[in-house]
Every structure is written in structure tokens, then in C-alpha cells.
């Protein structure tokens, strides 16, 4: 039954993938967010377009371009042009509604824009630079009048850093060096040139201006390593609108148009997922447990793909709708928008393991094995083929691969409560000790029922005694005598192996309090107070206002276990604390000074 059941499935798998082409040889060394497909000529025959980047080891060693634009069609290139930077990402729009519809196709390097009209450079945009640091400038200033020498510049830039100032990648280079000579030499030879903090780009993706659609007029959107979102006009000459996020965002999801009402999803590198709606960042944060490895937007849901190996679905407010747990570190995933006859949309997932996986929703409907590990996927419209997909290996292979017709992704699991649910549970057969039980039950219900709220109520008083018995006593974690009207509240402050205990007493009766001290007990092998005072003597406390005291405690030895730090309010008159609190010692951290 279950090799049946196997091979069916082996055999359900070979039928949603036809492949196509596969070149082991084609050098194309593009993740997804440097390929896509695009009608080129406007003729309706889509071609595939990437941008390589890296060393080329068919080619010679004396080769110096090593970045390129190929353009392929079926199964061999038709256009290559040379990229002057190595490529961040690719994308395609269009500028206007004339006929016939040519898109311009834009190439990100750096912190620079290149637009493409017939294959042909058309126009470069720069993003504007950051602002230099005024003490930053200050010290590279200083450097070229001679006012400082390197060991001071070197410190004084450390410093800046020290106090999460935003550096220039050219300050961050120097304090990367550690030979005195090399620092020296770096001053030399850059002192004299004017200090830059580029905006490098580092995701990139097309708004829709007036309406959504493949064919509409687009605004290009930019990501920035400052943080920066810029939107751009059509012709991608002049800025619209800029958002500052927290973070460098790493992928962009867009819903809607620029004219009415649009969404964009920015993932991160600090693990979150912000919105900007409307030119405004929303409220809306969603919190990663992890950093997110790519992020895709299906119909009013965002698909995000961590780097724990897990898949976490969020609607536009940031509600988790579910969870998805894979076997293998994700590599890439992309949207498979099926046309035809059948018409559905799933996620693809490519694995470290070599996988292929297709989920509808959180089921999972398809599973290959490809030939090597998965740099970047792209779904789309090839040739005439609408239902195309195009993979990139990481030893710069492509494989080309299209979806059966008569394949179908629809999921197998049914909504709702499982079968087992509807099927009446089998009835024991009705023994004579179970007739007996069960007239006793009915003779007797009254006072059973009695027996057992009695039984109850013991069992809450005892519970209720003990617990007033060990907070009056001294021994719980926050205890005080009977009638006592004192609060008291403290809390550890700081990394270690110095700690600052912070202690709030608030006098809650009606009349003031006086004669009372904190006593502090701890092990004298763990811990020790400043000045050796175990005892703190208390003003006289008056009803209401809210009294704050702190105390330093030192970890002798921040390599073993903490302890608890216990806290007793004393009385003169009195034999037993009127409140004791009990704290409890965090673990020293190591903090490794420069």
C-alpha cells in the first residue's frame, strides 16, 4: 500500500514540471532580484533578462568587464551589453501609454540608476549623499591642515563610533586597520580628497502610477543602506517622496497605485517588517524572530521566509495567519501565479537541501529534487509560455522549466473539523456494577454533591493559611507582617559584574512610619556592597510619596552562577520584618573593551 502510495506521488510530482532547457554552462551567476522576464520590442515575446556579476571562468584572466546585461531568447542570448558596477537589481516599466509599448529597463549598482530604452543606455540617476557628521568632517578637516596626526584622528573617529555615530564607509575603512603603518599610509593618501557617504542602493521595485497592471505607467521605488526609501518619477529623473525607515531595507512588497492608495512591506536588516502607507511609515511592525531571507506578497497576505528555516504568513495589519516549518535553510521563494484554465497561486521554496517545494497556503502540493543549490528564481511569461520558470544555480548554471497544463496545485487538506469528528465514539456495554454506580449517582446526588463542595472549601482555606502563613513568616518572595502598610519595590540595574540596585518604599497607610532600615542579605562568596553597609536607614515615611534609595553591588567572580539578593524592612520595636523582597541576580556579561 505504501510503495502504491509513492509511486503515485513520484508520479503526481513528474507531471507539474516540464523541463524545458537546462545549461549546465551558461555562466549566470544572477539571484532572483537581478533577472526578470520583459517584452523587449512590444511584440508580446517575452525574453529573459539578467544581470551577471562576478568573475566569468570560461573567460580569459586578462578579462577586465566582468559585469554584463545578457539578454536570452529560447535558448540563446541575443544581446549582452557591459555594466560599468557590479549589479544590486533589475526591474522593468513603462514610461508612457504610446504604441507600441517599449519598457525601460533599469539597472541598480551602487548608489547609481542606470536606465536602458531599446537595450541602449538611456539616462543615469545618482542618489543623492548622505550627510557627513559635522565632527566627522571636522576631523578629516583637521587632517589635511595638518592639525592632527593619525593616532589622534584614528582616536577621535573611534570615539564617534563608540557613540553609534552614522560614519562614512571611509572612516569605517580606516578603523577596520590595525597596523599603525597601513593607518598611517590610509591618512596619506585620502586626507586631501573631499569626504562622501554614498547612498548605496540596496533593493529595488516598481510602483504603479495611475492603475495596477502589467502595461501601467511605473515609479520606480529604491531602498538604501541609510534607510531611505525613495520614490521616483516615471522618467526617473527627480525624487517624489522620501521615507526614512529604521533600518536598510533589504525587500520591498507593493500593493496598490501611487495616485489613490498604496501599501509597501519593507523587510529589514534588523528583523523587522515596516509599512509605508501612503508616503507615511504606519504603525504596523511586524517582529521577526529571526532576519528574513526574501519576502513576496500574495493577493492581502506577506509571505516572509526566515533564516531559521521557518515561513510565517502576515495580513496588511501584521496579524500571523500561520507557520510553515521546513527541513533545510531557505535559499530563495518566489510567487507562482498559474494562468490558464487553472488558476491559482502558490509560494515556491528552494532549499538548501536541493528541494523545490510548492505550498498552497500551508499545504504543501509538490516536491522536486534539482540539480544543484538554487541562487535565484523568477516566474513568469517566457516566449509565449505564460507559466514559465527560469532557476539560477549557484555554479552558474540555468534551468528552464514550465508548469504542465494538466498539472494541478489545488491543496489536497479539506477546511474544517477532521472526518474522525463526525464518527460516534463505540459505547461500552452496560455491566451490572455500572447499573449500580449509576442508581447510587441518582439516590444519592444531593449529598454527594454536598460531600464534594465541602471537600472544596477545606481545600482552599488550607491552601489560603499556608500562603498567609509563609508571607508572614518571611520566607516567600515578596513578604510583609500582619498589618503592615509598607510597599516595597526593587529592581537590578546594568551588565555586570557591577549592578545597581534601584528600591522604592512607599508608605500606604494613614500615618507616618519611622525607626525603619533595610537590612541586605546575600552570600559573601558571590557578592559584596559598597562600603560593606548591610543596613540603610530609612526617614521617616509619610503617607503617599514615593521614596527611592539605590544600592551597588558588585560580582566578585562574574564567571559562576548568580544568586538572589534578599531585602529586609526592619522596625526598631519589632522582632520580625515588616516586608521582605527577594531579587534576583542576573548573569554577568562579558563586555570586551577596545
Known amino acids: 500500500m505504501s510503495r502504491t502510495t509513492s509511486e503515485s506521488k513520484d508520479e503526481m510530482n513528474n ?18 532580484q537581478c533577472m526578470m522576464f520583459c517584452d523587449i520590442n512590444g511584440d508580446g515575446d517575452y525574453k529573459l533578462v539578467a544581470a551577471t556579476s562576478g568573475k566569468n571562468p570560461l573567460e580569459s584572466k586578462k578579462t577586465k568587464q566582468t559585469h554584463r546585461l545578457r539578454v536570452y531568447k529560447g535558448t540563446g542570448i541575443i544581446s549582452e551589453n557591459i555594466l560599468l558596477e557590479e549589479p544590486v537589481a533589475i526591474a522593468s516599466y513603462y514610461t508612457d501609454y504610446q504604441s507600441p509599448k517599449r519598457p525601460m529597463i533599469l539597472v541598480a549598482s551602487t548608489n547609481k540608476l542606470f536606465l536602458y530604452k531599446n537595450l541602449q543606455p538611456f539616462f543615469k540617476f545618482c542618489i543623492p549623499s548622505k550627510k557627513i557628521d559635522e565632527k566627522e568632517a571636522e576631523i578629516w578637516q583637521f587632517l589635511s591642515e595638518g592639525k592632527y596626526d593619525s593616532k589622534t584622528a584614528f582616536s577621535e573617529l573611534a570615539r564617534l563610533r563608540d557613540l553609534n555615530a552614522a560614519l562614512s564607509p571611509r572612516s ?62 516615471p522618467s526617473g529623473s527627480q525624487i517624489i517622496k522620501a521615507v526614512q525607515l529604521p533600518s536598510a531595507p533589504v525587500k520591498l512588497c507593493i500593493a496598490g497605485n501611487l495616485d489613490n492608495d498604496y501599501r509597501i512591506a519593507a523587510a529589514c536588516r534588523n528583523g523587522n517588517v515596516y509599512t509605508i502607507k501612503n508616503g507615511e511609515v504606519s504603525g504596523v511592525v511586524i517582529e521577526l524572530e529571526s532576519h528574513p531571507v526574501t519576502m513576496v506578497r500574495i493577493d492581502k497576505t506577506f509571505v516572509i521566509g526566515l533564516m531559521n528555516s521557518t515561513i510565517h504568513c502576515f ?250 539578593l534578599r531585602l529586609f524592612v526592619c522596625s526598631k520595636e519589632g522582632t520580625s520584618p515588616v516586608i521582605t523582597a527577594v531579587v534576583n541576580m542576573p548573569m554577568a556579561e562579558m563586555v570586551e573593551l577596545m
Open 15 to 32: 507531471h507539474v514540471w516540464i523541463n524545458a532547457w537546462y545549461d549546465p554552462l551558461a555562466t549566470v551567476t544572477a539571484m532572483s
Open 172 to 233: 569605517y575603512e580606516l578603523l577596520s586597520l590595525t597596523s599603525n603603518d597601513d593607518i598611517r599610509q590610509f591618512i596619506d593618501s585620502r586626507k586631501n580628497t573631499p569626504i562622501d557617504f554614498p547612498n548605496i542602493i540596496t533593493c529595488l521595485s516598481i510602483l504603479p502610477k495611475d492603475r495596477e497592471g502589467e502595461d501601467a505607467i511605473g515609479c520606480p521605488v529604491i531602498g538604501t543602506e541609510s534607510g531611505i526609501v525613495f520614490i521616483l518619477s
Open 315 to 564: 495580513n496588511t495589519r501584521g496579524k500571523k495567519q500561520y507557520s510553515i516549518y521546513l527541513p533545510a535553510p531557505i535559499k530563495d521563494m518566489e510567487v507562482l501565479d498559474m494562468r490558464g484554465q487553472r488558476s491559482v497561486k502558490c509560494v515556491m521554496v528552494a532549499l538548501e537541501n536541493k528541494e523545490l517545494r510548492i505550498y498552497n497556503g500551508k499545504s504543501l502540493v509538490n516536491t522536486i529534487n534539482l540539480y544543484e543549490h538554487v541562487v535565484g528564481l523568477k516566474y513568469g511569461t517566457y516566449g509565449s509560455e505564460v507559466n514559465s520558470l527560469m532557476i539560477s544555480y549557484r555554479s552558474g548554471g540555468l534551468d528552464f522549466k514550465v508548469i504542465s497544463r494538466k498539472a494541478s496545485l489545488e491543496s489536497k487538506t479539506k477546511s474544517g473539523p477532521p472526518p474522525e469528528q463526525e464518527e460516534p465514539l463505540d459505547l461500552p456495554t452496560k455491566t451490572f456494577l455500572y447499573l449500580e454506580q449509576t442508581k447510587r449517582e441518582v439516590d444519592y446526588s444531593s449529598e454527594m454533591h454536598n460531600a464534594f463542595q465541602k471537600d472544596l472549601a477545606r481545600v482552599r482555606l488550607n491552601t489560603a493559611r499556608a500562603y498567609v502563613k509563609i508571607l508572614t513568616d518571611g520566607q516567600g518572595p515578596l513578604s510583609y507582617t500582619s498589618g503592615s502598610s509598607i510597599r516595597l519595590v526593587a529592581n537590578v540595574q546594568g551588565l555586570g559584574p557591577k549592578f545597581k540596585v534601584n528600591i522604592e518604599v512607599q508608605n500606604t497607610g494613614k500615618k507616618p512610619i519611622s525607626n525603619l532600615f533595610i537590612i541586605f542579605a546575600y552570600d559573601e562568596d558571590i557578592y559584596s556592597l559598597e562600603d560593606d553597609a548591610r543596613r540603610l536607614n530609612l526617614p521617616s515615611l509619610l503617607p503617599g510619596p514615593l521614596y527611592r534609595f539605590s544600592k551597588m553591588v558588585n560580582m566578585l567572580d562574574p564567571s559562576i552562577a548568580p544568586d538572589t
